[in-house]
């Protein structure tokens, strides 16, 4: 079977979960357990998302099902696998354990082998492994029967429990083809006791990394650089085995068993991908409250016939947002209070969830997380050693800042300011960093930054090798890997600022996934904001001088900009006042005549381009110039009009309403003699609003006649002009 067949029987499998499931004996996809929930998803807090259930066996029967599973059979290690050795009772999957001949060997044992091949998905059981040492019980995925045909074979290893140690088990992958044979990403897990209870076990594999699961939490991610794509079946399995210096199976928990609550396989459904692009990923700036500001989003889905479902939100801030459509990628947004906010565009369809957010700030700093592979951003980082003064390791997902070989390990940074505004003044900058999963060595002392005083090359290097990515990047002697003078260190392992900017204190560098804070300091800022305005990327160095200085090689691991996790990349986030959003004024609500050019007031400032538009009305709106903010506009009809002024730059889309009246033009006047004229005008609107009246005779120089505050409306006026006074224009302006 080639994987194009497999994928294709995807998706026809999709259709009977998203369709199908649930209606009865014959809407039922077979592979899906009956006694499965069709829309059941992965174990509650595992952090994957958009998975629809596609094959599973919930052991609800009386046997092992023949149309799922084939038998693991015949001689391993130990043990010797027999069908008979796999029982279905009470909704479990009962591997049973026995001392007894079968075959060469002293004990029988069993396993299951799923009939069906898989390959890019997650894969989940709820198992809990025989007490007594001298088992080796598993959860694992690799294609069982090979054919001539086939040129690539992976093994993930989920869950292997050796049963010496009932608080642990091993997670591994493995290369068998192509050759040559490889192995990497093992890692110890500790846990409660495998034996006293259930645990839920996953693995998700995509094209980028495999991912470990236990009882939810991530525990190991693994990248598939390694990989050829392959298909899988999934094996649950025990057999007797020599593991950990055993020299005999504890008989005397025989006879015993391995139990698998389900087995269950998920893959992803329609997909939704969102990107906010404005305003941009460097956020913006308002002066005001009144402003509105375009929020819009680029929402995709795999699958067209699933649309995404869209959602605008606060995530923090001081005051009320109000979208003028939440549920619309392109909308506005209105702050109701001064202040530093956070939004989020969430884009969904089915089980498939997606976000990105972006900073506003209202007449205040601006708050910016940089971060490789967020928003398109990228920036330098590696680390050096002086154990191996010439290996570049900028490739590696991790960094390790303290002691090795007793020389020095630190880490550099190098984070490009330069989309920021020329203005940009800084408020405080703080670095966000994660202890890597696979754990340090001992304690390190305090970790210090330091201004390195030139940029490094991170280069393509992984740290695997002397000869990997040679001269290509940083290393112990060269800020750039070359052998030019120029590229020399000042000093051996880095040429930096004796000063610290920001530091945290020592800790145990065993325990993963920890964040570490560097906190803002006046040094720490002063020294983004010279860089900054010298039109330089900032760089740091991370040092751990008391771990240098000691007698032990302690060492932390910290996950890199090269790290699968992108949650757990080292984050620089900076405070600043900058980025601003385009200033519009559109000038004063007014009434005005039907078909007479009325001038519009309309300010911009800190913008490329601007534009009116009308927004409601009963009639036409004919606008001397669109792109001039002080233009004019005829109306062709009364009523109520609403314009809107629009001004952009590179940063943001900003804009503001205007309220029109428009009245009834008065009939044509007669000669120019006519003694006076006399006019009534209906005013919508509120008392205690001031009206002035004036009058042109040219439309560009005003007379005011009279302001009136009425106190009911509407009110009446009359000109009693020289009767050599011409025909005259009159317009009303209210005001407060």
């Not at 890692?187 to 645990?199: G, N, Y």
Request: aromatic share 10%; hydrophobic share 35%; glycine share 8%.
């Amino acid at each position: 079977m080639t994987f194009n067949k497999q994928s294709a029987r995807w998706l026809l499998l999709l259709a009977g979960v998203l369709f199908l499931a649930g209606t009865g004996a014959h809407g039922q996809t077979q592979d899906i357990d009956p006694a499965s929930d069709p829309n059941v998803q992965p174990y509650a807090g595992t952090p994957v998302s958009g998975y629809v259930l596609a094959w599973s066996d919930e052991f609800n029967t009386n046997a092992v099902d023949r149309k799922k599973w084939t038998f693991r059979t015949g001689a391993r290690l130990w043990s010797y696998q027999q069908p008979q050795n796999n029982a279905v009772s009470n909704g479990l999957y009962n591997i049973l354990l026995k001392k007894e001949t079968g075959g060469t060997s002293s004990y029988t044992a069993g396993g299951i082998i799923s009939a069906k091949l898989f390959h890019y998905g997650y894969y989940e059981t709820r198992m809990k492994v025989p007490p007594g040492r001298g088992w080796h019980t598993s959860f694992w995925m690799m294609k069982n029967i090979l054919t001539s045909n086939d040129t690539a074979q992976v093994e993930l290893d989920a869950l292997e429990n050796d049963s010496i140690t009932l608080t642990s088990y091993g997670i591994n992958n493995h290369r068998w083809l192509p050759l040559p044979t490889y192995t990497w990403g093992g890692k110890a897990v500790i846990t409660p006791s495998l034996a006293a209870d259930f645990h839920v076990i996953g693995c998700e594999y995509t094209t980028n990394t495999v991912k470990y699961f236990f009882d939810g939490v991530l525990q190991q991610t693994v990248a598939t650089t390694n990989f050829t794509p392959a298909d899988v079946n999934i094996w649950l399995t025990s057999v007797a085995a020599n593991l950990g210096g055993t020299t005999n199976v504890d008989d005397s928990q025989l006879p015993a068993a391995a139990q698998y609550d389900y087995a269950r396989f998920f893959i992803l459904g329609p997909t939704s991908s969102i990107a906010i692009t404005t305003p941009s990923f460097w956020g913006a700036t308002l002066l005001d409250t009144n402003t509105a500001l375009r929020v819009s989003a680029h929402v995709t889905t795999s699958d067209t016939n699933y649309p995404a479902s869209v959602t605008w939100s606060k995530i923090s801030g001081p005051g009320i947002v109000a979208f003028a459509n939440a549920s619309n990628a392109d909308t506005t947004a209105t702050f109701s209070t001064n202040g530093s906010y956070v939004l989020q565009c969430q884009a969904v369809v089915l089980t498939s969830t997606n976000t990105d957010s972006v900073s506003v700030a209202v007449k205040a700093p601006l708050a910016l997380a940089l971060r490789q592979g967020v928003g398109g951003y990228t920036h330098v980082a590696t680390f050096i050693r002086g154990d191996s003064v010439n290996w570049n390791s900028g490739a590696r997902d991790q960094f390790i800042v303290g002691r090795w070989n007793g020389l020095g390990m630190r880490s550099l940074f190098s984070f490009d300011l330069s989309s920021l505004d020329p203005n940009a003044v800084f408020q405080s900058v703080t670095l966000d960093v994660w202890t890597d999963d696979s754990g340090g060595t001992g304690s390190v002392g305090a970790v210090e930054l330091r201004k390195l005083n030139a940029t490094p090359t991170e280069g393509t290097g992984d740290g695997s090798s002397a000869s990997n990515g040679s001269g290509t990047g940083a290393t112990w002697l060269s800020r750039t890997g070359g052998t030019n003078v120029s590229d020399l260190w000042t000093n051996a392992g880095g040429d930096f600022a004796t000063n610290v900017l920001s530091s945290i204190s020592g800790y145990d560098a065993t325990v993963a996934n920890v964040q570490k804070t560097f906190p803002s300091s006046a040094a720490f800022v002063a020294a983004a904001q010279t860089a900054f305005n010298a039109g330089q990327p900032f760089n740091l160095l991370m040092i751990s001088p008391d771990t240098e200085s000691g007698a032990n090689n302690y060492i932390s691991r910290i996950n890199s900009d090269d790290n699968a996790t992108v949650e757990q990349r080292p984050r620089l986030t900076l405070t600043f006042t900058g980025n601003f959003a385009p200033s519009v004024t559109p000038g004063n609500t007014f009434v005005t005549l039907t078909n007479v050019p009325m001038p519009l007031g309309g300010v911009v400032s800190n913008s490329t381009s601007r534009v009116w538009s009308k927004v409601t009305g009963s009639g036409t709106v004919t606008f001397g110039n669109t792109t001039n903010p002080a233009t004019t506009a005829t109306f062709s009809a009364p009523g109520n009009y609403s314009l809107r002024l629009t001004a952009s730059n590179a940063l943001a889309q900003v804009s503001r309403d205007l309220a029109v009246t428009v009245v009834a033009s008065p009939p044509q006047l007669g000669s120019p003699l006519l003694a006076s004229y006399r006019f009534q005008f209906q005013i919508p609107g509120s008392t205690g609003v001031n009206y002035t009246v004036q009058a042109s005779t040219n439309m560009t120089t005003w007379t005011n006649l009279f302001s009136t505050n009425p106190a009911a409306l509407p009110f009446t006026w009359s000109d009693f002009g020289n009767t050599n006074s011409p025909r005259r224009f009159y317009r009303v302006l209210l005001g407060p």
